[in-house]
């Protein structure tokens, strides 16, 4: 088995929209109603001239769309330098960390213009627990990966997937892979619905 990262998101989308066939999430309404940290989202707007990070309120709602769709707003400090920079000016941990701090970021960009990957299926997992009252392991656990058969695949790393793992490697400058020592937070403040599944290439 190894680390799912983004192949999480579709595990995630896919409670989110069983939970919008029973009418407890909708895709267009403003998700501020389900989850109030992203009722007034502001875009970061650049820097002033002494390097602060200048922050406008977003032009219209985010919506469970958005999120999915990855047209929110918001990004990966990874790929998206501002956000690195931003990041950096107020000490915000980053996504892989699983801290909800990591989740503060302001968008890049405003609600349903444009497309960047980000933390937005993060939140998908977020409204998940909050119209589920389950926490996102053991929502995705009962109605999506064990329906499936997904027996190898969870947030949390078992003992049997552990003796089965796959490290992470990553490329030298002389371009050689080596080992990296890499594992995401097995007791996270919150499961990260944008990557946080450890799963089996059968699963």
Not at 33 to 39: F, T
Not at 125 to 132: C, F, I, L, T
Not at 136 to 148: E, G
Not at 170 to 184: K, M, N, Q, T, V
């Amino acid at each position: 088995g190894c680390w799912s990262a983004s192949r999480t998101k579709a595990s995630t989308s896919s409670g989110a929209m069983q939970l919008g066939e029973q009418g407890k999430l909708s895709l267009d309404d403003p998700i501020g109603k389900v989850r109030p940290d992203l009722a007034a989202p502001q875009v970061l707007d650049g820097f002033n001239e002494s390097g602060e990070p200048k922050l406008r309120p977003a032009k219209g709602p985010i919506t469970l769309r958005h999120l999915m769709t990855h047209t929110a707003g918001f990004c990966y400090d990874l790929w998206n330098g501002e956000m690195g920079k931003y990041l950096e000016k107020t000490g915000l941990p980053g996504v892989t960390t699983c801290k909800n701090d990591a989740l503060k970021t302001p968008l890049a960009s405003d609600p349903g213009t444009r497309w960047e990957e980000g933390i937005n299926s993060d939140f998908v997992g977020k409204a998940v627990e909050a119209v589920s009252g389950k926490r996102l392991d053991a929502y995705l656990r009962d109605h999506v990966l064990t329906p499936l058969g997904m027996s190898d695949t969870a947030f949390k790393i078992t003992d049997s997937m552990r003796k089965r793992l796959v490290g992470m490697h990553a490329r030298g400058a002389d371009g050689s892979l080596a080992a990296i020592p890499f594992e995401l937070e097995q007791n996270p403040e919150f499961h990260m619905g944008g990557g946080g599944l450890y799963g089996t290439a059968g699963d």
